[in-house]
């Protein structure tokens, strides 16, 4: 069975640009979480999604993040503008239940200059 | 915010086990214990989780105390590919404000060869 899918690994793009990350949980967990943890900081809950709706977005940093889980399959985080702060690894991870077990995507690196 | 308190680092002998502390007094009935560990950069892998019961799975043990403040997790034969932080996580397992998974700072586990 394939995990949790994210891509790309790494992302090197300038400050201003746009990226966009992807994130493909486990087949029928309907549940799919961001997280993100940037330089020394610790790991950050960013938002949760039931199927194809925002259950929790409480974790998102500001409106230049944008959530999407189009048919409450894969999701898309789209950074517009990124800026230097966003730099850092964000994970997606899936869950069959609400209170489940998350599993974790390897994550993708972002690396804003 | 996390509600578990740990050591940051800690270091045993490949082979011997690793017990991991962890504190928090202010748990309530309906919150699990859960653990987690990150291995270098990759992505967060579940380890177990309890609520008042001690747990074993093929990974690791779990000892709660009696009054449910503080728990144990236990490496019964630690390898060096068991180096990783580790997460211990309080966790409602119902939908309400502490359903999400709030990482802390964790232990940082050095195994000694």
């Known amino acids: 069975e394939a995990g949790v899918t994210q891509f790309p690994s790494h992302s090197v793009i300038e400050k201003g640009q746009t990226v966009t990350l992807r994130c493909d949980p486990i087949s029928g967990h309907d549940n799919l979480y961001w997280y993100r943890r940037v330089m020394g900081k610790e790991i950050k809950f960013l938002l949760h999604f039931v199927k194809e709706s925002k259950q929790d977005e409480s974790g998102m940093p500001n409106n230049r993040f944008l959530a999407e889980r189009t048919g409450g399959t894969y999701s898309t985080l789209k950074v517009q503008p990124a800026e230097l702060e966003d730099s850092g690894v964000y994970f997606c991870a899936s869950s069959p239940s609400v209170t489940g077990e998350l599993f974790f995507g390897e994550g993708s690196r972002l690396t804003v200059l | ?113």
């Open chain 2, 1 to 113: 915010d996390a509600k578990t308190t740990q050591p940051p680092s800690m270091d045993c002998a490949e082979g011997r086990a690793a017990n991991l502390p962890c504190n928090h007094s202010t748990i309530s009935g309906n919150e699990y214990v859960y653990w987690y560990r990150q291995i270098h950069s990759q992505g967060p892998q579940y380890i177990i989780h309890g609520l008042k019961n001690n747990e074993t799975n093929e990974m690791a043990s779990l000892i709660i105390t009696e009054d449910r403040k503080s728990s144990t997790l236990i490496l019964p034969h630690a390898t060096l590919r068991d180096t990783a932080v580790y997460y211990c996580i309080v966790r409602a397992q119902r939908m309400d404000s502490s359903y999400k998974l709030i990482f802390g700072s964790g232990t940082r586990l050095l195994v000694r060869p």
